[in-house]
């Protein structure tokens, strides 16, 4: 059975925008949670290459459906996906790492520092400007940042060996390399399509996670093979849901349902994994949500002040 498409696409469908993107988060927890179960078999380089490579075939046939496997896969600066793919290949492999090494809404919640970045790095590298209201939800962001990393940063001799005090500075790390990604995809829009984006990045993610080779692959038991298969293929359904979701609503409407996710995975977290989120996380990682929240709201207020200037424009004398 097929789905039906509506008689009629109006410029923009927000509830199935939000739907779209709600999917997306739910399949992207689902599949953190399928690397952070393998995390004891399969090293990071591993599974950034299992989660790629088993995205093209969901990409491939995405393409094939929408009959854009000729025109998406154009590239007009094939050394724009390289780089995006390298930065983006980082920030996805140390990441993975903090799976292994820390509470996965613990992991989440450090990741929502990537959007206060992309501010930042915006500023430094696109020349956008940055006026009082964002400059102050960033720093509210970044003090979320640092209550969700204080106390593994905190030197206890009685914890010193248990990784956590890593897993909170690889995690970090991923979301700055996750932010400078998002600045490159900003810049890259201007001349390279979604879906050239979207497969180039799996592709070059695949190829750079094959120079991980002499850091101890490891040949995975049937069950982990399984589910990093099924990590992949759920990573390109999720990648192709939260493209999607973008076409049928405006970014600033969708945005914030990211935040869902933080939910998801404390409860996948705790019914799963048996890890009960701290207090210092919950209130680090409600300062970050609140300030993303406000830099989306902004941004959609100041976009409809533009809006609205371009529309009384011309009847202006």
């Keep these: 059975m097929t789905e039906r498409a509506p008689p009629t696409l109006s410029p923009t469908s927000p509830l199935r925008g939000i739907g779209l993107k709600i999917a997306s988060v739910c399949i992207f927890v689902a599949m953190s949670a399928l690397i952070k179960a393998t995390s004891e078999v399969v090293p990071p380089g591993q599974a950034v290459f299992f989660r ?4 093209l075939p969901v990409i491939f046939g995405w393409l094939a459906l929408r009959h854009e496997l000729h025109t998406g896969l154009k590239t007009k600066d094939p050394m724009a ?7 983006g290949a980082s920030a996805m492999g140390l990441s993975f790492t903090g799976l292994g090494l820390l509470p996965l809404p613990e992991v989440t919640a450090i990741g929502y ?12 590298f696109l020349g956008e400007q940055v006026r009082l209201f964002r400059l102050s939800m960033v720093v509210l962001g970044l003090a979320g ?9 905190a030197v206890d001799p009685a ?9 909170a500075v690889v995690v970090l790390l ?22 050239a984006i979207v497969f180039y990045f799996s592709l070059t993610a695949s190829a750079l996670s094959l120079l991980t080779l002499p850091w101890g692959w490891a040949w995975p038991p049937a069950w982990a ?4 298969v099924l990590a992949g293929l759920m990573g390109g359904v999720g990648q192709i849901l939260l493209t999607s979701s973008y076409r049928h609503a405006d970014a600033s409407l969708i945005a914030p349902f990211e935040y869902t996710s933080m939910l998801l995975a404390i409860i996948v977290g705790y019914t799963v994994f048996s890890e009960v989120p701290t207090r210092s996380m919950l209130i680090g990682a ?3 949500v609140v300030a993303g929240v406000l830099i989306i709201w902004r941004e959609r207020q100041l976009g409809l002040e533009r809006a609205r200037q371009r529309k009384a424009g011309p009847t202006q004398p």
Excluded: D
């Design 52 to 55: 790629s490579f088993f995205a």
């Design 81 to 87: 996906h390289v780089w995006r793919g390298l930065v």
């Design 113 to 124: 520092a990537a959007p206060i970045l992309v501010v930042i790095f915006a500023a430094m």
């Design 145 to 153: 940042v640092l209550v969700v990393l204080s106390p593994r940063l």
């Design 159 to 167: 914890t010193a060996g248990s990784g956590e005090t890593l897993g």
């Design 174 to 195: 991923a979301a700055v390399c996750a932010a400078l990604a998002q600045v490159f995809v900003r810049k890259m829009v201007h001349t390279e399509s979604t879906s």
């Design 225 to 228: 093979f399984a589910l990093l």
């Design 286 to 288: 409600g300062m970050i």
